[in-house]
């Protein structure tokens, strides 16, 4: 009898964990975030930037249409500090003339990205860590291949150790097909004998279709994702979850200028293979009209780089919370500076409420993620646990005004080891949708409390310590 699709999803993140662990003690690095150390102090007089479609507004017109989207001065002045010191991290300025569609679970961001794809006339570009060759690969692949058949050029990057448990007649059938294919750091001495660079994994989940829009997020190509998670998912006559669907995860549509920069972050990746140059051009960057009112903009880390910068972006987002700080998040054990960071935001006020998950696939991972319960919960931080699915999502939403959407979680391997990419979306409209969502998590979760935890088993006290030694490569 085959095992469960979860079961190989627990296996390849808990067998990654461990070759990871090896790997990291065979090459002597050292924590790039080590207990107690700080973010460097920003430069904040640097003038603010937004680029529109009609060219770059700076200084008071940037902050101007800031200001306008802001609902009063604090949010205003949140939104303004914020974007000074994303803008000083990233290099990059926010992009205006967006729509950034929300898509809830598996099924809509497939028929969204699908519908994509099949209408594509010039190019598909993509990237995934888990491409899996269930009825949604060979969804994909079927749709993949007719659009390679019909001359549309397609690439496709993956992670080799993502989607190592897939068979290679699947990869097969694509190159047959056409497609060109990017496996990422294969763990197989054979294909690559750096073995030592297995301890950084591409995990950025990203679509262009065209140049003219995008997609990322947090969901994977994987038969987990085939129906909903809003539908009950418990297993009849017990109180197991079914984690073989209903996945709960969240990924975004995005249309307008900030598209351009999706696109290269797929061709800049692409580039590093040997002998492989696509320069871009007008086929690639097509002119992009405005599309709508959210300013977007895309932060991401390469594993091992000396910066951490969504670490800084998440960080200095947290710590200017003013109102509200709620998150989503599938794999939550932060370092000590982020930690303190959200338990500072609950002490000074902030209604910080988090939903994390009741089961996963990674069982270490959420034992982790518990050790740190006690110190959250002392600070006044809320915390719900999604009981009736396995929680995938990487979202966070501040003061009703400033979104994040990608593929980081809050732990080590995100900030430090994973290639990710988040969308950060400004605008309270989706905002509010994101808002929506969370209260809708809620009604599926049950709160903890201070009391209640500290009554819990001692069996459990003893995974989560244990669970907490290996945060930094889990």
């Given amino acids: 009898m085959p095992a469960p699709r979860w079961l190989h999803f627990s296996r390849r993140r808990g067998a990654a964990a461990w070759w990871l662990i090896l790997a990291a003690l065979a090459s002597g690095c050292a924590p790039a975030l080590r207990d107690g150390e700080r973010v460097a102090p920003i430069e904040l007089r640097v003038p603010l930037l937004i680029s ?3 060219g770059l507004l700076s200084g008071d017109a940037g902050e101007a249409l800031l200001e306008a989207l802001a609902g009063n001065r604090q949010q205003a002045l ?3 500090r914020l974007a000074h010191l994303e803008q000083r991290l990233t290099g990059e300025p926010l992009s205006a003339g967006n729509v950034a569609e929300l898509l809830v679970d598996g099924p809509a961001a497939y ?20 491409l899996d060759a269930g009825e949604t690969g060979q969804r994909l692949a079927e749709i993949l291949i007719e659009r390679r058949h019909a001359g549309v050029e397609v690439r496709l990057t993956y992670d080799g150790f993502g989607s190592r448990g897939t068979p290679a007649q699947y990869f097969e059938r694509l190159r047959s097909g056409g497609i060109e294919l990017y ?13 030592w660079r297995i301890n950084n994994r591409h995990h950025r989940k990203i679509l262009v279709v065209d140049g003219r829009v995008g997609f990322t997020g947090g969901i994977n190509i994987s038969d987990v994702y085939r129906e909903s998670s809003f539908a009950r998912r418990l297993l009849r006559g017990s109180r197991a979850v079914d984690l073989e669907r209903g996945w709960r995860d969240t990924h975004v549509r995005i249309t307008g200028p900030a598209v351009a920069h999706l696109q290269a972050l797929f061709l800049t990746l692409w580039n590093e293979q040997p002998n492989v140059n696509h320069g871009g051009g007008h086929a690639y960057f097509p002119p992009l009209p405005a599309a709508g009112g959210d300013l977007v903009r895309m932060v991401d880390s390469r594993g091992g780089d000396e910066r951490t910068t969504l670490h800084e972006v ?11 700080l709620w998150l989503t998040q599938s794999y939550f054990s932060p370092d000590p500076e982020l930690l303190e960071a959200i338990a500072a935001a609950a002490r000074r006020g902030v209604d910080v409420r988090i939903v994390l998950p009741a089961h996963s696939d990674a069982p270490l991972v959420l034992a982790a993620s518990r050790s740190h319960y006690d110190q959250l919960l002392q600070a006044g931080v809320r915390i719900f646990e999604r009981k009736d699915s396995v929680l995938h999502a990487k979202t966070m939403v501040v003061d009703g005004v400033w979104s994040t959407v990608g593929s980081s979680n809050f732990d080590y391997r995100s900030f430090l ?3 990710e990419a988040n969308a950060v979306i400004v605008g309270p409209g989706f905002a509010r ?3 929506r969502l969370f209260e809708r998590d809620l009604q599926h979760s049950v709160e903890l409390t201070l009391e209640s935890w500290r009554r819990r088993p001692l069996h459990e006290r003893l995974k989560e310590t244990f669970g907490s030694l290996f945060r930094y490569w889990l």
């Fill in 417 to 419: 080891h994973n290639n």
């Fill in 52 to 54: 529109t479609p009609d």
């Fill in 78 to 80: 949140m939104l303004l």
């Fill in 111 to 130: 028929d969204a990205m699908f519908a994509a794809m099949a209408g594509a006339r010039h190019h598909i570009h993509m990237e995934t860590y888990i």
């Fill in 314 to 324: 998440i960080h200095a987002a947290v710590s200017l919370a003013g109102r509200r």
């Fill in 183 to 195: 496996e990422y750091r294969p763990p197989d001495p054979v294909k690559d004998p750096r073995l």
């Fill in 433 to 435: 949708q994101m808002e």
